[in-house]
């Protein structure tokens, strides 16, 4: 609420024209009043003052009237009586002077008779009246006579007081003075009151009264209230005062007379006096309130139109103060208010053509403020994605490298979880998956290799060991044959010699050919479990050369599965470099974006990762070159142990052909023998023929001896073959077990195998 | 030379009365005719009064009051058929309801009936119908400034403003007379018969033109303001 300068006025009647407008006239109308109160105040005040002067004055005027009259009518009396005429007492003449005094009016106004009087007797001698001639004004009861003045001097003058007698039809007043030169003698004269009060008469409105001292009425218009006590008081007046009185409804002028003790009262009804004053008033009155009529038809015309104008432009300013700019704003008005509501239509106008304008400029900012939110939200969205990325990034990166260390410290079945908004990354994971799927499952064969080659060669080394045990045993057995046969050699040496005692000892002889024989089929048993122990270190040692050519083999494909994992290790080192790549461009991203120092730093992560995968690779790669070197070698190795395998084979071969020989040479043996035995009761007969099949057994024998010896060193040599086998074979198993040593570290789902096999087939 | 008395204010009175009667018959040229009925009120108004001032100025219809003031019938007569009609007019304008109108109109015919019985008789009879009669008025004001400003708030600014405007108009010269009864010789005599004539015949010729001439603005502004003339029959029919 905006203050204004007038502040005294409540706040009722600041707030409203009307109450304003109001208050003004309402003031306007107090004012009014005021000043016709003061108005009528005065006026009457002064109509007053003028009143009681009229009415005083008007008073004054007849009593000097009255005095003049009194005083005339004194010094008439007086004059008159010093008249000669009267002096002389004689009747007949004063009676006509007194009549013409009467006719020719030289007496004064209103006196209607002139006595001639007798004081002493109390006799109208004689009078201008004819009735009046002898009567007794005594006995009339008139008030000179009833109460008669003493006259010290000629001079004197008596008047009497009024008094009414019944000769006369009006109330009268004598004026008595003596006549000089005449004893007793007096002229007396009679004024009509009557008359005098209705010479007095008065204005229109007022009347005038004389009232004597005794309160009775001297004069009054009524002539029947004459010498009637009149209830006024007369009051104290000095001769010849003024005053003004009031009574009841009637206000007087009062004055006393110089002359008598007199009162003039000029009567006048208050209304009648006042009546100008009521007159001003009620005019005043009647001016107040057409002044009132005229204020409150301006207040209800102007000041309501205005009013009603300014409060409708106020409703109308306040629906456009709150937007509504559709209000109506026409005025039947051309004044100034109907000026306002056409400048508040411009107003509005205008305003309208603004608000539209800026309306307009509103909508244009709000779409560019929305633009630019839009674009600002696309920032930030990019930001977030940014964020999102960098932190997905780098967890992703984080979850790679907990991978990678997985995979690092061997446990290949570990995954990343190539699940990315990524693509990049999820390309990175998903080659990272690839190339570890690989990786284990090259190293699940490889692993899996070792260890067939372990079991081979274990087995190998096992068959060599039974081989070694065979050819130990052939050796053994050959031995024994050699030994057999070398004591064959010698008992036929000694059947040789002993042949000529055998017609001597033919039991002895019986009974040692048993013993050969026995022998003999020992010899031949013998020589089947070599020939068997030999067939068998062929059959193993033919397994062994099968076996080895199958490790060689093993170790062939082990060498293309190196030379595989090679280039997988070449692709993850390729890998590696591409993520080595994509943690570079992505820390550039990131520092141009802004936005991602943890980008920077999962980047940087990614980037180690990458080397330390790069490292890890490099190091696998240096292992399977190592494993190649040493595979090789093993398949050198295996080779010459194959040559030296199917070497010992032939040599074992030969052994077994020669055991056979021995076991068919020790049935023979036998069947000589059993021959011999059967000879031998023969012997006698046949001792030539002993002796010399006892040669051939010799040369046999000596054969035997040598084969022995021969199958002897073959199997020694065998042997040593064999060992050399069982070195090799445990060589390889030791190479195996490093291998496997080596490999141990990587943690391969075996089941999973197919799948890295295939996997690895799908990279192929 | 006029006697400056109270017949001349009787014959100025009855010249007022006819000339405004004249100047708001041209009403009748300007106003759509389907106004005619509403608009007549106000011209019958001055008509009446014409015929009252009229009898006044030929000195028809004074009779001695127990106060010993003279009383003019013919102006309670006036007064008794005019009143009300205005207040109709102002209750019609207003749209007020029959039973608002009704009781508008009744206490404001008893308001002068009361106040004719107050100038007839003589003190305390006097003061008791004057007391009567102001409290009727009391319940005319009251009618017309709560009761209809209810129903002037459904109206056009325009109707509302012509309503308000004739009702202002109508309490505040209104509200004069008890002051001027007062102070005329039909109270207590401190304005004499001829300037309280005066007054009155001021009074009543500017309250009953100027109400027809407001009346007659307000009406013409309606009908150039307000296009939907429907709106404005309807409530201005309610006299029917």
């Not at chain 2, 206490?107 to 409290?135: C, D, M, R, W």
């Amino acid at each position: 609420m905006p203050r204004d300068n007038s502040g005294l006025l409540p706040a009722v009647v600041r707030e409203r024209y009307t109450a304003r407008l109001g208050v003004a006239l309402a003031f306007a109308i107090v004012v009014m009043l005021a000043f016709g109160a003061v108005i009528s105040a005065q006026a009457s005040g002064e109509l007053r003052d003028d009143v009681e002067r009229d009415l005083t004055s008007q008073a004054g005027a007849q009593a000097d009237h009255l005095d003049t009259w009194v005083s005339a009518v004194t010094g008439d009396v007086r004059t008159t009586s010093k008249l000669s005429v009267f002096a002389s007492d004689d009747v007949d003449r004063i009676k006509p002077a007194l009549d013409r005094m009467i006719e020719n009016g030289n007496v004064p106004e209103d006196v209607v008779a002139v006595h001639y009087l007798d004081t002493d007797g109390m006799e109208f001698l004689t009078s201008s009246s004819d009735r009046m001639v002898g009567v007794d004004p005594a006995q009339q009861g008139a008030a000179f006579a009833t109460d008669p003045p003493t006259f010290d001097n000629p001079d004197d003058v008596h008047v009497s007081e009024p008094f009414s007698v019944p000769i006369v039809d009006h109330p009268i007043i004598a004026v008595i003075s003596p006549i000089e030169g005449a004893d007793d003698r007096a002229l007396v004269y009679m004024a009509d009151l009557e008359a005098r009060a209705e010479a007095l008469g008065g204005g229109n409105d007022t009347s005038t009264v004389v009232v004597n001292e005794a309160g009775e009425y001297v004069a009054h218009p009524d002539a029947n209230k004459i010498l009637t006590t009149s209830g006024h008081a007369v009051g104290n007046l000095s001769a010849g005062d003024v005053a003004f009185g009031r009574e009841g409804e009637t206000v007087m002028g009062m004055a006393r007379l110089s002359t008598l003790q007199w009162t003039v009262m000029t009567h006048m009804p208050a209304d009648r006096a006042y009546a100008l004053t009521s007159q001003i008033n009620s005019d005043l009155l009647g001016l107040v309130l057409l002044a009132i009529i005229n204020l409150g038809l301006i207040g209800v015309t102007v000041g309501s139109n205005t009013a009603l104008s300014l409060r409708q432009l106020a409703d109308r300013a306040a629906a456009m103060g709150r937007g509504d700019l559709e209000v109506d704003l026409t005025s039947e008005r051309d004044d100034e208010i109907g000026s306002l509501y056409a400048a508040l239509a411009d107003m509005r106008d205008s305003l309208r053509e603004q608000i539209t304008e800026a309306e307009t400029a509103r909508e244009e900012a709000e779409s560019a403020r929305k633009d630019a939110e839009s674009a600002r939200e696309e920032a930030e969205r990019e930001r977030e994605e940014m964020q999102a990325l960098s932190s997905h990034l780098e967890t992703k990166a984080a979850e790679y490298g907990a991978v990678l260390d997985e995979v690092a410290d061997g446990d290949l079945t570990r995954r990343v979880d190539p699940d990315s908004d990524n693509a990049a990354m999820q390309t990175v994971g998903e080659e990272l998956n690839e190339a570890l799927a690989a990786l284990e499952a090259t190293v699940a064969d490889v692993e899996a290799f070792a260890d067939e080659v372990a079991r081979s060669s274990d087995t190998v080394r096992r068959n060599a060991d039974r081989v070694s045990e065979a050819s130990r045993q052939v050796g053994q057995s050959i031995e024994e044959i050699f030994d057999g046969a070398s004591e064959q050699s010698e008992r036929l040496q000694d059947i040789a010699g002993e042949m000529e005692n055998l017609s001597a000892s033919a039991q002895q002889v019986a009974s040692s050919a048993q013993q050969v024989a026995t022998t003999s089929r020992e010899a031949a048993e013998v020589g089947e479990t070599g020939q068997q122990a030999a067939e068998e270190a062929i059959a193993e040692m033919n397994a062994i050369e099968g076996e080895t050519e199958r490790t060689r083999r093993a170790i062939n494909e082990l060498d293309d599965d190196l030379d595989e994992i090679g280039e997988i290790v070449d692709l993850i080192t390729q890998i590696v470099d591409q993520t080595n790549m994509l943690a570079i461009n992505a820390s550039i991203e990131a520092a141009h974006s802004g936005g991602g120092e943890g980008f920077a730093v999962v980047a940087d992560e990614i980037k180690e990762l990458a080397e330390e995968t790069k490292d890890a690779a490099g190091d696998i790669e240096a292992r399977i070159e190592a494993i190649q070197e040493q595979a090789g070698e093993t398949v050198e190795t295996m080779e010459s142990t194959s040559e030296r395998m199917s070497e010992g084979v032939a040599t074992v071969t030969e052994a077994v052909e020669s055991l056979e020989t021995i076991v068919e040479h020790a049935e023979e043996a036998d069947r000589g023998i059993q021959e011999i035995d059967d000879a031998t009761e023969d012997q006698a007969h046949t001792a030539q023929e002993v002796m010399a099949m006892v040669d051939d057994l010799a040369a046999i024998s000596q054969q035997t001896t040598r084969e022995a010896d021969t199958v002897a060193s073959a199997a020694d040599e065998q042997t040593d073959s064999i060992a050399e086998v069982s070195e090799s074979a445990g060589e390889l198993r030791q190479r195996a077990d490093e291998l496997e040593s080596l490999l141990a570290r990587f943690e391969v789902d075996r089941s999973g195998d197919a799948d890295a096999r295939a996997a690895t087939a799908l990279e192929d | 030379m006029v006697a400056i008395d109270i017949t001349l204010w009787f014959t100025l009175g009855t010249l007022g009365m006819a000339l405004g009667s004249v100047g708001l018959a041209y009403g009748f040229v300007v106003l759509p005719r389907e106004w005619y009925r509403t608009y007549a009120d106000v011209v019958i108004v001055t008509l009446i009064a014409t015929v009252a001032y009229g009898l006044m100025a030929l000195g028809i219809g004074e009779i001695g009051a127990g106060g010993g003031a003279t009383v003019f019938v013919p102006r309670y007569v006036d007064w008794l058929l005019t009143t009300p009609l205005h207040v109709l007019f102002i209750a019609v304008i207003a749209g007020a309801g029959r039973r608002l109108t009704g009781a508008a109109v009744g206490l404001q015919a008893a308001t002068i009936a009361l106040g004719f019985l107050g100038a007839v008789f003589a003190t305390p009879l006097k003061e008791l119908f004057f007391l009567a009669g102001s409290l009727a008025f009391v319940g005319v004001v009251y009618l017309l400034i709560y009761q209809a400003a209810d129903s002037a708030d459904e109206l056009s600014v325009v109707q509302a403003g012509l309503y308000r405007k004739l009702r202002n108009f109508v309490i505040v010269l209104w509200l004069v007379y008890p002051v001027i009864w007062l102070l005329a010789p039909t109270g207590y005599g401190l304005m004499d018969a001829e300037t309280s004539s005066l007054v009155i015949t001021y009074i009543d010729v500017v309250a009953k033109v100027g109400f027809g001439l407001i009346a007659l603005n307000g009406l013409r502004t309606l009908q150039s303001v307000d296009t939907d003339a429907d709106a404005l029959t309807r409530p201005l029919a309610v006299n029917d």
